[in-house]
């Protein structure tokens, strides 16, 4: 076969293997078998490594080529990269819709079906990506990022085969188009056909191939990965492309960027379709919100027998004009929202109950379990609050279990199978000593709490508490660093800490010159420390975040010098001097915190600490004071769950920046409920108090 002949034969076998990859892909259809394709494969192959001057970049074979690269690009986005709100219930969606149409003043609620309806789409458990082609070729490939800016992960993206790297022949798009009955499509088509095109998409792997490469971990002695997105995100930032193709991802197109003149988001997936990408068949158009309930309540259901992981759905407002109109709030539209599905169960063996001694000297029962894989995650524990709470579910050493776990929240077991039990199981009874002291218990409400305060339990979790984000934010010197330096003898409380050495630290095992002096730095780093977080960072019983923000404010105006840095032995004599009754009278300082914190400033042994402290450098910062006046001012808001475009701490000082104020507990005095994702009883307690409640999106438009 000369050249001449080998191009044709080329030409002609790109276009076969083509047309076979978008019949099994897209159309979901089987031409010939995998076997006589793969030898259609090797054909092309041997005639592209003889004449390689033939290769071209949309060529079948390049779906993995190159070296392994060194590292990641980045990528900006022309268009931003979205996420979704999500949404828990049928009363969820109601008031997103509501939302809706407050700020495009269409009646979505009571005449949907009469605004273009919506459009439903499995919300599959993936990778969010772009696509960019440019002359039909596929061009750029990248991952979400924080949005505005991903990295470029192109060559690893042409190793999955339902990604095309050459579009259809704009007579067949056309022709497509035709018989998807999208005329005005067709007709915009004909005058100018796009030159570049994006696409956004999902990448995930099949249940069946997640199983397949643990199998193989498993059998060459690797860890399993958890769950199918975490190896699908694995997977696409591999340097090396041949290992990204030996993973078989899948892929979905679901969003079209380019203004091809489509009207709803239901075009959208058939333009994308027209085009010759992959989308998911399941997807539905809803007239009304009746519809949109039925599907998620079908595919709640049915998502068992799928070959991929979803975890909830996601309704978009299927007019394009109204989504537009509807804007973006953080980093979400607010025309789209996802609706999860309920907390996902499994049922296991309860084999023990462990105790835990928390920083407070609480003691916490722990439930150890046999293994097993809620939502993508591998369970052992699941925490039983109190003993009131084993005695409420009935719970047994040895019993069968259910165990939940909805989101990111904790796993908690739900339900105890008395049917299985065998009558071997053995009941619970909380000890009268502690755990780790063998120190008297008193029992304090539902809690059970050690009396030793010299516990080397509560010890180990107040440093814990002290090195924490909210308080001296030591990154660096984390729980399992604290637990050598205490086995060591280095520090006996958070005070010796600023008193280490480098030399303390480098002669212990694994720990070398550099780690040591990173230690050493991160500590010096954390000698000033706003008051708030240190008053938090004292562990003092009963004192949270806020508590410890208004205690600051009082102490600061008792203090008659009104520095930018304020002493240790400042604030130590101003709560000395303090009365319990002047502490009541705190905001959100009750008579039990009140005496929490007289208590804790009248202890010998704590005034001693707060001396080492000074002793040892640390100084304070005073209290930062939020405007005397702005949009909320007189307003007090509560947090609860988990916010999604930003951190709960960054919302609190959003609250403060505009004169409000932000309270721990939820009273009739407090204006706002702000909830998030997996609220806790807050959010029941607000309801029952009839106190409004905001979502994130609701809060966020407030703080603007």
Request: with cysteine; aromatic share 8%; charged share 25%.
């Amino acid at each position: 076969m000369n050249k001449e002949e080998a191009k044709k034969r080329i030409t002609k076998l790109r276009s076969l293997i083509n047309r076979e990859r978008y019949l099994y892909h897209v159309l979901d259809k089987e031409g010939i078998s995998p076997e006589a394709l793969d030898t259609l494969k090797k054909e092309l192959f041997d005639l592209e490594l003889q004449y390689p001057d033939l290769v071209t970049p949309d060529s079948p074979t390049q779906r993995v080529a190159g070296k392994p690269l060194k590292g990641f690009k980045k990528v900006h986005h022309a268009v931003r990269m979205l996420s979704f709100n999500d949404a828990f219930s049928e009363e969820d969606i109601r008031g997103w819709l509501v939302r809706v149409d407050n700020i495009v003043h269409e009646n979505f609620v009571r005449d949907s079906r009469h605004k273009g309806g919506f459009y439903c789409e499995l919300k599959i458990d993936g990778l969010a990506i772009s696509l960019v082609y440019e002359n039909d070729l596929f061009a750029v490939g990248s991952t979400r990022g924080d949005g505005s800016i991903g990295e470029d992960v192109t060559q690893n993206l042409k190793t999955v085969e339902a990604i095309p790297l050459r579009l259809l022949p704009r007579e067949e798009v056309l022709e497509n188009l035709h018989r998807a009955r999208l005329p005005h499509i067709v007709a915009r088509l004909h005058k100018q056909f796009p030159t570049m095109l994006e696409v956004r998409g999902e990448v995930f792997l099949t249940t069946h191939q997640f199983e397949a490469i643990n199998r193989e971990l498993s059998r060459t002695g690797q860890k399993n990965y958890a769950n199918p997105r975490n190896l699908a995100a694995g997977s696409l930032r591999q340097l090396d492309p041949k290992i990204t193709a030996a993973r078989r991802l899948d892929s979905f197109a679901y969003d079209l960027v380019t203004d091809l003149g489509q009207r709803t988001h239901e075009e959208e997936h058939q333009i994308l379709k027209a085009f010759g990408f992959k989308t998911n068949p399941h997807n539905e158009y809803a007239k009304d919100l009746r519809d949109v309930f039925a599907f998620h309540t079908k595919w709640g259901k049915e998502r068992g027998r799928l070959s991929y992981e979803i975890d909830g759905i996601v309704i978009i407002v299927n007019n394009n004009d109204f989504f537009g109109r509807a804007g973006v709030v953080g980093k979400a539209p607010r025309g789209a929202i996802a609706y999860k599905f309920s907390p996902k169960e499994a049922t296991t063996i309860v084999r023990s109950i462990a105790l835990q001694v928390g920083r407070t000297g609480v003691i916490t029962p722990v439930a150890v379990m046999d293994p097993v894989n809620v939502g993508g995650v591998t369970i052992t524990h699941a925490t039983l609050h109190n003993y009131d709470e084993i005695q409420r579910l009935g719970l047994r050493v040895g019993d069968s279990v259910v165990v939940s776990r909805a989101g990111d929240v904790i796993p908690q077991i739900t339900n105890v199978l008395t049917a299985l039990r065998t009558g071997h199981e053995k009941a619970f009874r909380m000890p009268t000593r502690c755990p780790a002291c063998k120190s008297p218990l008193a029992r304090e409400d539902v809690y059970y709490r050690c009396t030793n305060k010299e516990c080397f339990a509560l010890t180990r979790e107040r440093l814990y508490h002290f090195v924490s984000r909210a308080a001296f934010d030591m990154r660096g010197v984390g729980a399992k660093i604290i637990d050598v330096f205490l086995d060591e003898g280095l520090i006996r409380d958070a005070a010796d800490l600023f008193t280490l050495t480098k030399g303390d630290i480098e002669v212990l095992p694994r720990f070398g010159e550099k780690s040591s002096e990173n230690i050493i730095r991160s500590i010096a780093d954390h000698k000033h420390v706003s008051l708030p977080r240190f008053l938090y960072a004292l562990g003092i019983l009963h004192v949270g975040e806020e508590t410890a923000r208004v205690l600051a404010t009082h102490i600061i105006a008792r203090i008659t010098h009104q520095n930018a840095e304020i002493n240790i032995e400042d604030v130590s004599r101003a709560m000395q001097n303090v009365s319990f009754e002047e502490l009541q009278r705190i905001q959100d300082v009750g008579p039990k915190v009140a005496q929490s914190i007289y208590d804790w400033f009248h202890e010998k042994s704590h005034l001693e600490f707060l001396t080492r402290l000074a002793h040892a450098g640390v100084m304070l910062q005073a209290a930062l004071r939020g405007k005397q006046s702005g949009s909320l001012k007189g307003k007090t808001f509560v947090f609860t769950g988990t916010l999604e475009s930003c951190e709960r701490e960054e919302a609190k000082d959003r609250v403060r920046a505009e004169g409000g104020e932000v309270s721990e507990s939820v009273s009739k005095k407090v204006s706002y409920v702000v909830v998030g994702a997996n609220p806790g009883s807050k959010y029941e307690r607000a309801k029952k108090l009839g106190v409004p409640v905001l979502s994130e999106s609701e809060f966020l438009s407030l703080v603007k």
